[in-house]
């Protein structure tokens, strides 16, 4: 099977698309690239015939009718695409058609064959086929060239190409109308937004010989063009301890570097963290955003509390923390996980049976706990409340007034307390949003979990587990 994927798919050189079109690109085929200026079609394209010189041995052709040479290698240099020495090591040549009009294109077309001959070129891009057809007085002729020339002639000569298309702003439809007949494959790149801020997405209308059962797929340029799969739990091999994040004077780590970054230094001491988890986000994937701070509280020897009033998920949190490295013992000294008491309760030393009949008495338990921490670790508590178990336990009201306790404890004592809200509470949301020093929402589109600030504002990142590190971490991603 894969000898045959082989010799008929052709590796993208895009990060994540070969396994959106389960390998690669039809060899020898005519690929429409399109989309709205400012979408990444030229970095995608770019990406295609550098990775394709330096990492498969296939020479390139690049011809251009909208970029000049200079200002094509300046740009390009940025995402760490080195074309100038590839042009001199003679894997990889640039057509400037800039100045081309209709009774030059013949020749132009002459030349560019010519070039993937002598260069033995494997891959070929043109950007733009918009461009190069504005040349024509009359669209026939354009689809003319389209047919003969580039479904035709390049493709015997066996070159992967693919054909740069503008579609104006405000438009949807492609351009000339039969590129759908003559071409084996459509991808379409977006520019949206998602919580108004900016979000790309490409989707792939039409590949010849590739199974998509995912054709739509959200993707950054950040270092290059970046294809995001589906959230994927990975397995993590060898077990390692976890290694805290170092905290600064005002403000406690998120135990991720990411997160970090994102916040523009971690969450501030005495803080309250608002997240905000869209009803397609199961709890092992809000687990990545939350339990890295847990860990670098108990690696620092600080105790951690969470809320949680059922004991649906409190295996969960005992598996994480055993995943970090932490031992039984640490678990049962570090951490204390609240639930309501009922007869099928299982004892455990971190576990807080919470007896109460209204929240007033919850929250004296609570205290109790917080004080002993801090007593027994002579630092602050980090605190993880799931609000709407205390919502649909004790209604808002209540729940209200516990949580606006709770984050008044935690500015007076310089500890943190994480704060977990899912859809259906808009009241609650408004409340706690107005109340939260830090707010982060995370949403899914395509299968790829998607994490915002609101408080700071910031761009979307893509989460993904990674478990190289011997335990399980998210990796943030900038969409950009």
């Not at 015939?49 to 498969?56: F, I, M, S």
């Not at 054709?215 to 290694?243: C, D, I, M, N, S």
């Not at 030393?349 to 205290?367: I, N, T």
Request: hydrophobic residues 40%.
């Amino acid at each position: 099977m894969g000898a045959e994927i082989t010799s008929r798919l052709v590796p993208s050189g895009i990060d994540g698309l070969d396994e959106l079109l389960g390998g690669g690109l039809p060899r020898r085929g005519l690929i429409v690239l399109a989309g709205n200026p400012g979408t990444g079609k030229t970095i995608f394209s770019a990406q295609f015939l550098y990775r394709g010189a330096v990492d498969y041995g296939e020479r390139g052709v690049y011809v251009s009718f909208a970029e000049d040479k200079e200002q094509f290698y300046s740009n390009m240099k940025a995402f760490g695409f080195d074309f100038e020495k590839l042009e001199r090591d003679g894997t990889f040549s640039f057509l400037d058609m800039l100045t081309v009009k209709e009774e030059g294109v013949s020749a132009a077309l002459e030349h560019m064959i010519s070039r993937i001959a002598k260069l033995e070129a494997k891959r070929l891009v043109i950007d733009s086929f918009s461009a190069m057809a504005q040349a024509f007085r009359e669209p026939h002729d354009a689809r003319i060239v389209l047919h003969t020339i580039l479904g035709r002639i390049v493709r015997s000569m066996g070159c992967t190409t693919l054909l740069i298309i503008e579609v104006p702003h405000g438009e949807s439809r492609i351009g000339l109308g039969v590129e759908e007949f003559v071409t084996d494959g459509i991808i379409v790149l977006k520019r949206g937004f998602v919580g108004e801020r900016l979000f790309r997405e490409l989707e792939i209308l039409k590949m010849r010989g590739s199974p998509t059962p995912e054709v739509r797929a959200p993707f950054t340029l950040k270092g290059g063009f970046r294809v995001f799969q589906p959230f994927k739990f990975k397995l993590v091999g060898r077990l390692e301890r976890f290694k805290p994040q170092p905290d600064a004077i005002e403000r406690f780590s998120a135990g991720l570097s990411d997160l970090d970054e994102m916040l523009g230094g971690g969450y501030p001491r005495g803080s309250t963290v608002l997240i905000e988890v869209d009803g397609r986000i199961s709890t092992l994937q809000h687990h990545l955003i939350c339990m890295p701070t847990a860990g670098n509280f108990m690696a620092q020897g600080r105790g951690v509390i969470k809320v949680l009033l059922t004991d649906i998920d409190f295996d969960l949190l005992k598996a994480w923390v055993l995943a970090g490295g932490f031992t039984i013992d640490e678990l049962n000294s570090l951490m204390r996980v609240c639930v309501k008491h009922h007869s099928e309760l299982k004892p455990e030393p971190y576990v807080v049976a919470l007896r109460g009949e209204d929240l007033s008495e919850v929250y004296e338990m609570y205290g109790n706990v917080e004080r002993e921490l801090r007593s027994k670790t002579g630092q602050p508590v980090l605190s993880i409340i799931e609000a709407d178990a205390l919502i649909d336990a004790y209604g808002e009201r209540e729940a209200l007034w516990f949580l606006r306790t709770c984050i008044a404890k935690t500015r007076q004592t310089k500890g943190l307390t994480m704060v977990l809200l899912r859809p259906g509470y808009p009241r609650a949301a408004e409340a706690l949003g107005s109340l939260a020093h830090v707010h982060l929402k995370v949403t899914r589109e395509h299968g790829v979990v998607l994490v915002y600030g609101v408080k700071p504002r910031t761009n979307i990142y893509a989460l993904e587990m990674d478990a190289s590190k011997g335990y399980p971490m998210p990796k943030l991603t900038q969409i950009i």
